[in-house]
């Protein structure tokens, strides 16, 4: 998607070790207009699917998830990293290495909502390694849920998450597909024509 | 806000020691066409500020606050808790106590993204001892930006945090106030006629 390369372009900043931020439109201060274009283009991907749920995980996940549902008009569920009192204990639960803090987390989505008369599309700002995703489609695995695919906004293609997903049969669709970057050469995208 | 009363009364769980679950539609299942209608209650309460930008904190209050940034047209920022390797060092930051999960937590705003030419409308999920509304107050008062109020969906109004912070002369706009709840007796509201 040319108009959100170009914004990558014009407002991201790449600092060493392949970080990529975009807090000035993505996840810290929040393009809102910006996002519901965005949103529209996941709509248009997944219009033909009878989406029935809205599902990312939380934080950055939410924003960008919210013009989506909106779209869809189904409701929006997060999952939620480690279990808090005022989460109940029948939840479903997956294990989720994240890449850019060097944790190990749970997410955790309530039994409740999220069944098998649903049929989720998969919403997140970033994929890397694709280990978010892979929580989320576990937590899907254990409702009955069926999966329509995931939604992207950045694709780290330089990483192997949106290849073992896509061989597992999974449709990913990525808005911006990144071949490599770094701090002196810039960003380059793989074209998407 | 009726409507609002009605959603918490048929679909709010309370919990002893004062817990109200609104998990079904407010922070963890996303009713967003509801959330759209409390963001048009919000823009009608505040819309003769000048407002600039929208600002909450993680988790919860990113989706009370899309709706409101949408109508406002305006950026939607959100304070960061704990400090990520991710996150620069050019950053506003406060102490927050947790009531919900009995924790303290830094709150962290990066300084490019709020300045002194910001109106500021703040956004949040629940009022409760009013730490974190207290919080992006001081991260507001470092970047000199003026807050023209508050916004909250539920305030718990039998504990103090709502009660203070008006006596600080700030503009506290809740659309449903909670007087008291419990297990047994459920819920009461003060009324707002």
């Known amino acids: 998607m040319k108009l959100l390369e170009d914004k990558i372009l ?3 900043r790449v600092y060493p070790g392949k970080v990529l931020k975009v807090g000035a439109f993505l996840n810290h201060q929040i393009d809102v207009p910006f996002l519901t274009v965005l949103g ?4 248009r991907l997944f219009k033909d699917e009878n989406i029935t749920k809205i599902l990312t ?8 998830a919210y013009p989506v549902a ?13 279990k808090t009192k005022n989460l109940s204990d029948d939840c479903y639960c997956a294990k989720v290495t994240s890449y ?4 190990v987390y749970e997410v955790v989505v309530e039994k409740q909502f999220l069944t098998s008369a649903d049929h989720v599309l998969l919403i997140d700002d970033f994929l890397a390694n694709g280990c978010a995703l892979e929580g989320l489609l576990d ?6 849920a069926t ?7 950045i ?9 073992k997903l896509r061989e597992r049969g999974l449709r990913v669709e990525s808005l911006a597909r990144i071949a490599d970057m770094d701090a002196e050469n810039g960003i380059t995208f793989i074209s998407q024509d």
């Open 57 to 64: 995980v939380e934080t950055s996940g939410i924003a960008v």
């Open 100 to 103: 850019t803090h060097g944790t």
């Open 10 to 12: 014009a407002e991201g």
């Open 155 to 163: 694709e780290k293609a330089f990483q192997d998450g949106g290849k």
């Open 40 to 43: 529209e283009e996941f709509y």
């Open 147 to 153: 999966v329509a695919g995931a939604g992207i906004v």
């Open 139 to 144: 937590i899907c695995a254990q409702a009955g």
């Open 70 to 82: 909106q779209l869809f008009n189904v409701p929006l569920l997060f999952g939620k990293k480690n």
